[in-house]
């Protein structure tokens, strides 16, 4: 029997989600009590079905949620149905505007040369952890007007909370409790400051933000903040990292770019398909639900596999083939339907420069090592912890 959640599949998942899109595309894990799908049009069934496969999915069976817990699940957009998350996503779009991302880029284009100005002397980086890694975390702390210094320690509790995904399966763990527990005190103190003097920032507008005489309440902006701290950054550092790793290892790929800078988009947008940085999202059958021929009845867990999907060879002519020109690229790499990635905007833009950037100023780019790199962890975000990298800097 497969074991879908095993870290060492993280590596490399393809050939088993082909087999499975082949044998087994509905796939109940008994031992788990969840279900699985792995066809393109079912997973978008099961991501955009909200009357059916709800967000609301919390602990399995037997495992008792805490009172904090619960309070949160109920808060936060993601693990929210409608009218719930009707109204959540309508406040929170007041505040996180396709203005305030805009606004970012001479920024975030100062940040990513920041990062290389460091390594560029020496001729070698690591691409994820000296450059991937810390630009989401920096980018998301100034948009949230959080000091820089404290940038370390967001990134470690996101990184807690991220690899604790696998609670989900019944697995508890002490270390993703606390870092909750630090993060929100942190954020109330910083929330408290806002009120009393508003800046010019995310967490100020969504004090402020209004709708229908509705604000948030302070559990909701502390969600909120948890949400784009978790969803935002070791997301956008996979997909930063996986495209240039992806474009080392297809060299006429990566000189395509290099001579067509146009192709930019496309670049990024192969990557999410072909190396998509989130590969599964859980939802929650509110009632008996058929799905390609199997029945799966109410109550259960279900996991839809976004990383199968977007190499089903159904959807997509030759998915196991690297193209940067592949037009049309209808990939859900950031999901589908109304719970669709608020923060695509953002990581599509940080995705663009830092690439850009990477790739203007590091030439004659090849990996320090041959041989494999060590996985993210969990099973749901998919990446390399490390990449080393030489180069000759741009004059
Ligand atoms: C939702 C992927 C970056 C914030 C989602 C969902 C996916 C996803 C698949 C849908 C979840 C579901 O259906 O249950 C990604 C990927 C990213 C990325 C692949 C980077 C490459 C970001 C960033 C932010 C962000 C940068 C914010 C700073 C959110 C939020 C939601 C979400 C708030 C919940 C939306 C809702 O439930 O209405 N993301 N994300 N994400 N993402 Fe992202």
Not at 295 to 306: D, F, H, L, N, Q
Request: contains cysteine; aromatic residues 6%; negative net charge.
């Amino acid at each position: 029997m497969i074991n879908l959640f095993s870290p060492e599949l993280n590596r490399n998942p393809y050939p088993m989600y082909q087999t499975m899109r082949q044998s087994q595309p509905v796939m109940h894990i008994e031992s788990l009590d969840i279900w699985s799908v792995f066809r393109y049009a079912d997973v978008k069934t099961v991501l955009s079905d909200h009357a059916r496969f709800s967000s609301q999915y919390g602990r399995p069976p037997g495992v008792d949620e805490s009172a904090s817990e619960q309070a949160r699940r109920r808060s936060t957009l993601i693990t929210t149905d409608p009218p719930h998350h009707t109204d959540l996503r309508s406040l929170v779009n007041r505040a996180f505007t396709p203005r305030a991302v805009d606004a970012l880029e001479p920024r975030i284009e100062e940040i990513a040369n920041e990062l290389l100005d460091k390594h560029a002397a020496s001729g070698q980086i690591d691409f994820v952890k000296d450059f991937s890694y810390p630009l989401p975390v920096i980018v998301i702390s100034e948009l949230l007007g959080i000091p820089s210094e404290d940038r370390d320690r967001f990134k470690h509790w996101s990184d807690e909370i991220v690899a604790s995904a696998d609670q989900v399966l019944g697995n508890t763990d002490a270390k993703s409790d606390s870092a909750h527990q630090e993060m929100g005190a942190y954020f109330h103190e910083i929330i408290q400051e806002r009120r009393k003097s508003p800046q010019s920032d995310l967490i100020s507008a969504l004090i402020e933000a209004e709708v229908d005489s509705e604000r948030l309440t302070e559990e909701d902006i502390l969600s909120f903040c948890w949400l784009l701290l978790v969803a935002g950054n070791e997301t956008t550092t996979n997909l930063i990292g996986n495209a240039m790793l992806t474009l080392l290892e297809q060299p006429q790929q990566l000189a395509l770019l290099r001579q067509n800078p146009a192709l930019l988009s496309g670049a990024i947008e192969e990557s999410l398909r072909y190396r998509s940085p989130v590969q599964a999202m859980f939802r929650m059958t509110t009632e008996d639900v058929e799905i390609a021929g199997h029945t799966i009845p109410a109550g259960k867990r279900v996991v839809a596999w976004i990383g199968s999907a977007n190499r089903d060879e159904e959807k997509f002519a030759e998915p196991d083939q690297f193209d940067i020109t592949r037009n049309p690229n209808p990939h859900i790499a950031f999901g589908h339907g109304i719970h669709f990635c608020l923060g695509a905007p953002l990581a599509r833009l940080e995705a663009r420069i830092a690439l850009s950037t990477a790739l203007e100023r590091l030439q004659d780019v090849s990996r320090v090592a041959d041989g494999p790199l060590e996985p993210a962890r969990g099973f749901i975000v998919h990446g390399v912890t490390s990449l080393p990298l030489k180069f000759s800097a741009k004059s």
